[in-house]
């Protein structure tokens, strides 16, 4: 919505000017007067008291030529404040078309967006139901007649029950996913080496087996919303943890460089698998994946949501690599 | 000891709900109602409950999304009468939308679980949530007869 107290300003410098002009044009009008006015006294004077035709042709002369020009002045200035009036009515009636126009667009992006968080709701809640469902009787059949199925079929509702629960997670994930786009933002500064160091702290926490070599350079800044991009590098650092844990002395390295536009640019950079760079241009989309999940497990929904999330901000996010030798994924933040 | 009502208008999820009940070795009585109405008529023995003794459940667990009234209404219902309104409340649904949690929150629930597709971790929840309302919480006082 235009804040009303920004449209009310509009009207306001509006009204000004054009009363202004009037004023201008008023006043124009008057000295124009005044000035043709002087030289039929001039010429009075010239008859009255200097007396003599010579005297009277001479200052008939002039008042003629000072008539001219007055005349001029006043055209002048008549046609420069009738167009400028005409403009400024023209503009304001057009900037209160466009405010309308906006707030109409506004409007219909509002009920689109109410819409789509109904139906996310709906989609979230209703799906859900009949997935708990299949899980849950198919653990009961395993769990009452088990002993009796043959092994086959044992392995068949192991399978339907795995599915299941992948689904759940995939809806969970998308839900997640069109929550990143409608969220409200506030940009602050944010240290981005600090969410990094905590990101990097939760996965040591959560696997303190893995040994990986991570730098992170000090200091990172960006004005950015503080939990999205939270989120953006929770999604890559732990892309880069996932993907080199395949290989013996895991690296990530997160810092920062310049683009080839010389703008500041972050990066999260690997030694793990890599990928195809044919299919770079697939690594962003939704339930892309590049590995099988048997490889390396996910939904492909984690870089989507790095690039909803850099998109929100005004900014790009684009991938180098090579299979088996590692990737960086670079974003700017607009 | 006191029953639990579960107010569930799915059949698949009453029973297994029922099913994670019996496998927690949780012995109460389960009465269920289909929908809003009838949580409202138990707890207020009116309509299909008239005359039914005026004792509360030990715990209510309640799903939003209900059909005739919803499961935020049956709260504030309960909530809004003295006989009921210290009643502990659980909902139990499939929704972690934040404005249900705010909603249900600033309504007067006592808790708040979401149903995990995952069957053995709805019937770990579900012994938990017994455990935890049925044996170690200490309910409030029965309410004075009216």
Known sequence: MIEPGRRHLHIAVHVIAIAGLLLVALTGRIAYRTARAFPEYALWVAHEYEGGAEADAAMRERAGRVDGAVRRVGWFLTITVGLSLALLVTSHVMLVREISRREHIERALNDANRELESFSYSVSHDLRAPLRSIDGFSQALVEDVGPQLPPDAVSHLDRIRHATRRMGLLIDELMALSKVARVEMKRERIDLSDVAEQVVAELRRQQPAREVDITIAPGLQATADAPLVRLALQNLIENAWKFSSRRDGSTIEVGQMRDANGAPAFFVRDNGAGFDPDYAHKLFGPFQRLHSVAEFPGTGIGLATVQRIVHRHGGRVWAEGRMNSGATFYFTLG | ?146
């Not at chain 2, 639990?4 to 059949?11: Q, R």
């Not at chain 2, 999304?65 to 409340?89: N, Q, S, Y």
């Open chain 2, 1 to 146: 000891m006191n029953e639990i009502l579960l107010v569930e208008d799915n059949p698949d999820d009453v029973e297994l709900t029922l099913r994670a009940f019996r496998k927690s070795n949780i012995a109460n009585e389960i009465v269920v109602a289909r929908d809003g109405v009838e949580a409202l008529d138990y707890l207020f023995s009116t309509g299909a409950h008239a005359g039914r003794p005026p004792t509360l459940p030990q715990v209510v667990l309640l799903d939003l999304k209900l059909p005739r009234i919803d499961g935020l209404h049956v709260l504030e219902r309960v909530r809004a009468h003295p006989r009921t309104r210290l009643l502990p409340i659980v909902v139990l649904t499939s929704s972690i939308e934040e404005q249900d949690l705010v909603n249900t929150y600033s309504r007067g629930a006592n808790s708040y679980i979401r149903k995990p597709v995952d069957f053995q971790e709805f019937v770990d929840a579900v012994r938990q949530l017994g455990l935890y309302w049925l044996l170690l919480n200490q309910p409030p006082p029965p309410p004075m007869p009216t």
